[in-house]
């Protein structure tokens, strides 16, 4: 990945990101039921997830048994086999608290600091060319596609074979609700990849169970900065998030509409002087939730206060705070409404409708998945065609969502800069001794080269008899991630590299 820099305006530095959000790798488009053409400017649909591409998900399989993330900084274990049979089984599976205890002692492949993830690492993994299997009644997942790219990292649907349902492919992360689900259980937010969703699952036991409930398991390490927000209230009624090099607007839209209608009002939203506001895709929409906050916690949206965030009243006739509309289609396996639901993003209670007891025709509404989660509604219909909700847990259905904008910050400049940039070249890359560096005579003169690592130190610093061709030992870096980059009266212009 090719990371440019330009210093102007509110421009942020895109070599320094933290928290690089990964691209969804979402590429056919939708109307509201089926897929359709890609849309032109102005066509109905136009402005959804597969007409913007972000940082394209980029991995590299150490052949360790480990996978580095190259947008990220984050290396992982490559598969959930835990046990190393070769099989992604109910034997793998651990609790909450096993996870969380066994990363102290995990090691592999030469490393011991391994960590459970946090849901914003988890789910910096999600890919939305997965297809949700919920509805399927087969036990063949071998036509199923999972939210994970499988030619790097091992997946495994639930064990039917022991009794679990194919969807039963939840993997933990460290994040605990702030709040608790369902009758006060503590919860704690996972990835599902089999179906592509973030919901709470209680920690302890399931009903009729006694042993908690059980998760795959993937530990990561590296890039600890990762998920962390830096935001920067500009003044104008927008907000920089420094970390991720994105800028949001202050305000939401402040009242729900449907899906379609959320891409027109985004492509034709004009406001602080930008006229390319876009419709967030659904990692980009997460990476603004703060799990520290909940509305039965600190009686806010899980949002930083520095947002502002309509309140609106819920089915149960209570003060909450709304779910958002992301640009990104939940693709089913159905077959004639496979494009027909949207994910969106809990910024107030994951509600739902439980039964209680089961087949009892009492249904309570209840926070069920957690300020948060991450789950999808129908683009267009009418709500009362679900008076009990959606799914096992009866998520609520409300087609009408809010709408927060968001743009890149540091798109000015870019047009201009791009034939610049392609100048500079670093090989070979991944490099373990040496780098070249070609900048070409246009870098040569008055200009600082750096090399820069993850968490921002500069690690290599030359300016003075700068030339158009630099051989630079490397000998002495940590294997990992890193960003050289040349400044001048032109501007910033860096490029990633790999330290193995």
């Not at 809010?402 to 034939?419: H, M, P």
Request: glycine share 10%; hydrophobic share 35%.
């Amino acid at each position: 990945m090719v990371l440019l820099v330009f210093q102007i305006s509110s421009t942020v530095a895109q070599s320094n990101l933290t928290y690089p959000v990964v691209d969804t790798k979402q590429v056919t488009f939708y109307n509201n039921f089926v897929e359709i053409n890609e849309p032109a400017a102005g066509e109905a649909f136009y402005g959804q997830d597969a007409q913007y591409t972000g940082n394209a998900p980029s991995y590299e399989d150490n052949g360790d048994g480990t996978v580095s993330d190259l947008v990220t900084g984050l290396m992982w274990q490559k598969t959930p086999d835990l046990n190393g049979d070769g099989i992604i089984n109910v034997a793998d599976k651990l609790s909450y608290f096993e996870a969380l205890a066994a990363a102290d002692t995990f090691s592999l492949a030469g490393y011991d600091d391994w960590r459970l993830p946090s849901i914003k690492e988890m789910y910096s993994l999600i890919i939305f060319s997965g297809i949700d299997p919920s509805g399927y009644e087969g036990n063949n997942t071998d036509d199923l596609v999972p939210f994970i790219d499988t030619d790097y990292f091992g997946f495994g649907y639930g064990d039917t074979d022991a009794g679990e349902r194919i969807i039963d492919a939840q993997l933990a992360s460290s994040t605990l609700y702030v709040g608790t689900t369902m009758n006060g259980d503590e919860t704690m937010f996972g990835v599902n990849f089999a179906d592509g969703r973030i919901k709470g699952y209680g920690t302890g036991p399931m009903p009729g169970q006694n042993v908690d409930k059980q998760f795959y398991v993937m530990y990561v390490r590296g890039n600890a900065s990762y998920g962390e927000n830096n935001f920067i209230d500009n003044g104008d009624g927008t907000i920089t998030d420094n970390a991720t090099g994105l800028m949001w607007m202050k305000n939401d839209d402040g009242e729900g509409m449907v899906w379609e209608d959320a891409l027109s009002y985004a492509e034709t939203s004009e406001f602080a002087n930008h006229n390319d506001w876009r419709l967030p895709n659904v990692k980009e929409l997460q990476s603004i939730v703060d799990y520290s906050r909940s509305p039965s916690t600190s009686n806010s949206a899980a949002i930083d206060p520095m947002f502002n965030c309509s309140v609106i009243t819920d089915e149960g006739g209570e003060d909450n705070y709304p779910f958002y509309w992301s640009g990104t289609t939940h693709s089913n396996w159905s077959t004639n409404t496979y494009g027909a639901w949207g994910a969106y993003v809990c910024f107030g209670s994951g509600l739902g409708f439980m039964e209680e007891p089961p087949f009892s025709g009492n249904y309570i509404l209840m926070d069920v998945h957690g300020a948060g989660a991450q789950r999808s509604d129908p683009k267009m219909g009418d709500t009362n065609d679900y008076p009990h909700g959606n799914g096992p847990q009866g998520d609520v259905v409300r087609i009408y969502n809010y709408v927060r904008l968001v743009r890149d910050a540091s798109i000015t400049g870019v047009g201009e800069l791009n034939q610049m940039e392609n100048n500079l070249k670093v090989y070979p890359n991944p490099a373990s001794d040496y780098i070249n560096v070609n900048t070409t005579a246009f870098f040569s003169g008055m200009s600082t080269l750096k090399i820069i690592d993850l968490l921002g130190a500069v690690v290599y610093f030359k300016s003075e008899g700068l030339t158009s061709f630099e051989k630079i030992n490397i000998q002495s870096l940590n294997p990992g991630i890193y960003f050289l980059t040349i400044e001048n009266k032109e501007g910033i212009f860096s490029k990633k590299f790999i330290k193995k």
